[in-house]
């Protein structure tokens, strides 16, 4: 992957304090930085040369907006490229996936892709999916060809692209139209910008067409990539009935051939039409002009004739440059009626006649030839269309575009106000809490499981936002449920259970086994009355063995905290003792034997929860007085947290689509749970090394749930203490799920434990933990943590 020079100036280092510094000009002005992808100079093809062209007139109208080039290379003509960040060599999927990761690390505002299936690597192109998966900023998708009638492939790469696309861009209604029938997306989410077009006066045929030595010639013209699917043996064919009524006429074919067909069939092509124009006896009348020419000379020359023909055969076309160009120079243009076509020359703006039908074509240009006065109101309504394409409406409607995608800073909260207590409350019955809601409203489909209600008697042990009675009320339903969960059959914890009370399964997952072990160590000190600390320490005695004979990682780390609560109750259970440190062995190994050194990991893969596994060997560390399992543990926690701090410094959960990926992170869908994981984990780390950089990062974590992340959302209702499920690529996931209410509730009040702990209006700024992204300016500065 090659890097170099973009427009703003010399290429930007991975480094978001350079990056801010260049964003932010003189004036104060702030500058949206956004990576663009598609093909580019000296590329010979549409895609390349609109990419070309967005590039350079967003610099030339709008330059608070920078931009990256990342290239797509065609792998079997290979080019040199000026004024790039990359090249992606579109048969290697190594080069996506290191594009996303330098886009990632570039804090880009937004990423903009343009595509088209055949310029990507793989079936349909679905190489570009390695790419997109591992985008963090907002996606915008310009969609150059939208099929009703895809392949299956097809339809299921496009599909995936929508899924992750902040907005999509399509060039005409029709595409819109097919988008939202064909593919269902929500109006709201599609752009129609037309393409753009080059501004030029009025009426200089004559002064161009001297320069070309065409004084006194009718001229039609066509250009563009030549191939098969042009059409243009048509035009050729319709030739002999116009030369016969107006001898003078000219038709000139400007353009190479496109390089996929001289790589096939050489200049076949060309040399067929040639032949059929010596042939009819017209091979005077056609002009050929075999090159890729640079812009200014292409219009110049496009100036210089009076008709411009696009007999194009297949109607699905929705989008051509070449037609847009020709219009907005003020061409009469005679055209197959292409999608494109019957919108941009509806109203009189050109003619409209039917494919492979070269009678029609010549009938059609004959009378325009025939009334020199027609033609120039042809002409002239064609320029008058192109108005509302040229570079300046194109450039400022994509800069619009671009602008509804850039995530805004986020309104200034109360950082450690106290939620409210209605969302657990409404979530709630008489049999425990409900998993899931649609919105804000409990979904009974999905009934209970032990996970959540574990949860939320760990909330009710430290809620004192809430009044005590309510708490004991609740922690004594959810303690019932858990108890209800048992199978001495089995001496494991059932988990999901249905609406109308019945048990869903005889066992529950491990980890939920091992999260009911922590549940119950911690309601052993923390339950709301003294009843229910005694019960807790019964069950944890009768769960603890079964327990900890498990040993799936994440189990082990949620036994261990069960355990780390435990003996800070009573020191002396030496069952606890024996099972926090066969835990710990197991973990030090586990990362032992996967560590690598970019991979400071218990694993080869990410999951969720992630942070616990580091929290549980930095716990059993320093209570067992076993100085490597802490340093191991802050070793792990200091690794995962590299990969939870994006390069602008807000925190990036690990999205739950990196499970199964082998030594990366991806960063949707993002989930609650790994907030509040970080939070405890970090003040673990606190804990133990008394580095206050590590309150700094339970404070970015924490900010994750109050828009500070990726799409600058809101997930957490101060008020009723509702949380949203998910940051998503198209923003947040609107439903309200136990897990996320009772993970940001719980985030809350470990914020207000370690704002105590560090000692009340304690500044957190200064020193932060080694390798946590130590250079970037968000953890600069002063902040206090107070609880509210």
């Known amino acids: ?68 080039l990342h290239v797509i290379d065609d792998h079997r003509a290979p080019l040199v490229y000026d004024d790039v960040r990359g090249t992606i060599r579109s048969d290697r999927v190594e080069d996506y996936r290191n594009a996303a990761r330098q886009i990632n690390e570039d804090a880009v505002d937004a990423v903009w892709l343009q595509h088209e299936y055949g ?20 996606l915008i998708v310009t969609l150059h060809t939208v099929l009703a009638d895809p392949s299956p492939r097809q339809r299921e790469v496009l599909e995936h692209l929508l899924r992750r696309a902040s907005r999509v861009m399509v060039m005409s209604a029709h595409s819109s139209r097919l988008l939202r029938d064909h593919y269902d997306v929500d109006a709201g989410r599609i752009a129609v910008i037309p393409h753009g077009a080059p501004d030029r006066p009025f009426g200089r045929e004559a002064e161009h067409k001297a320069k070309l030595g065409l004084t006194g010639k009718q001229v039609m013209m066509t250009f563009g990539l030549l191939g098969p699917g042009k059409g243009l043996e048509t035009v050729i064919e319709a030739l002999p009935a116009i030369v016969q009524n107006h001898p003078g006429v000219i038709y000139r074919i400007i353009g190479a051939t496109h390089p996929n067909h001289v790589s096939t069939d050489g200049e076949g092509y060309r040399e067929r039409l040639m032949e059929l124009a010596e042939r009819l006896g017209v091979g005077g009348n056609v002009q050929w002009d075999n090159r890729f020419l640079d812009n200014e000379e292409l219009l110049d020359q496009l100036e210089a004739c009076d008709i411009y023909l696009t007999p194009y055969p297949n109607m699905q076309q929705s989008t051509s440059g070449t037609l847009s160009y ?52 042809v002409q002239r309504r064609a320029w008058e269309k192109g108005r509302e394409t040229i570079w300046p409406c194109f450039a400022g409607a994509t800069r619009a575009l671009v602008e509804s995608v850039v995530v805004q800073p986020v309104r200034v909260m109360p950082l450690l106000a106290t939620p409210g207590f209605t969302g657990v409350a409404a979530m709630s019955d008489s049999t425990g809490i409900f998993q899931h809601s649609i919105l804000t409203v409990p979904d009974r489909r999905h009934g209970y499981c032990i996970d959540d209600n574990v949860r939320a008697l760990m909330l009710m042990g430290v809620a004192d936002g809430v009044p005590l009675a309510e708490r004991q009320r609740w922690a004594t339903v959810y303690a019932s449920f858990i108890q209800h969960g048992w199978n001495p059959d089995q001496a494991a914890f059932r988990n999901f259970m249905s609406f109308n009370r019945t048990w869903c399964e005889d066992v529950g997952s491990d980890d939920s086994n091992g999260r009911t072990l922590w549940a119950l160590g911690h309601a052993m000190g923390h339950a709301p009355d003294e009843g229910l600390r005694h019960w807790a320490a019964q069950w944890f005695d009768i769960a603890l063995k079964p327990v900890a004979a498990m040993g799936s990682p994440r189990t082990v780390a949620f036994m261990m905290l069960g355990c780390v609560e435990a003996l800070r109750v009573d020191p002396g259970h030496e069952a606890a003792r024996g099972a926090l440190a066969q835990g710990a062995a197991l973990l030090e190994g586990l990362l032992a034997v996967a560590r690598r050194p970019d991979w400071a990991w218990f694993e080869a893969v990410l999951g969720y929860d992630n942070p616990r596994l580091s929290q549980a060997l930095i716990e059993a560390g320093v209570l067992l007085g076993r100085e490597d399992w802490r340093e191991s543990g802050l070793l792990s926690l200091r690794f995962i947290a590299r990969q939870q701090v994006s390069a602008q410094g807000h925190f990036r959960p690990v999205g739950s689509e990196t499970f199964g990926q082998y030594y990366e992170s991806l960063p949707f869908d993002q989930q609650p749970v790994e907030a509040w994981a970080a939070i405890d984990a970090a003040a673990a780390a606190y804990a133990a090394t008394g580095d206050i950089g590590w309150l700094r990062h339970a404070e970015t974590a924490y900010r994750w749930f109050l828009g500070g992340n990726d799409r600058g959302e809101v997930l957490a209702d101060i008020a009723t203490g509702r949380c949203r499920d998910g940051v998503t690529p198209q923003g947040v996931n609107l439903n309200c799920g136990a897990e996320s209410i009772l993970a940001f509730q719980l985030s809350h009040y470990a914020m207000c434990r370690l704002a105590k702990r560090s000692g009340a209006g304690k500044t957190v700024a200064g020193t932060v933990p080694k390798d946590v992204r130590p250079e970037h300016p968000a953890y600069k500065g002063t902040q206090q943590l107070a609880c509210t």
């Open 1 to 68: 992957m090659t890097v170099s020079n973009n427009r703003s100036g010399p290429a930007v280092a991975a480094n978001p304090g350079s990056v801010l510094s260049i964003l932010r000009p003189a004036d104060g002005a702030v500058r949206h930085r956004i990576a663009l992808i598609g093909g580019f100079r000296p590329r010979m093809c549409g895609i390349a040369t609109f990419t070309t062209d967005i590039y350079e007139q967003l610099g030339h109208h709008h330059d608070d907006v920078m931009v990256d």
């Open 326 to 377: 020709a219009v907005a120079l003020g061409k009469a243009v005679v055209s197959t009626p292409y999608v494109h076509a019957r919108e941009l020359l509806a109203h009189g703006v050109g003619v409209l006649v039917e494919p492979r039908h070269p009678e029609v074509i010549a009938a059609a240009v004959n009378r325009l030839l025939d009334d020199p006065a027609e033609l120039k109101a």
């Open 119 to 138: 310029i990507f690597g793989g079936e349909a192109g679905e190489m570009v999916l390695e790419l997109v998966n591992r985008l963090a900023a907002p």
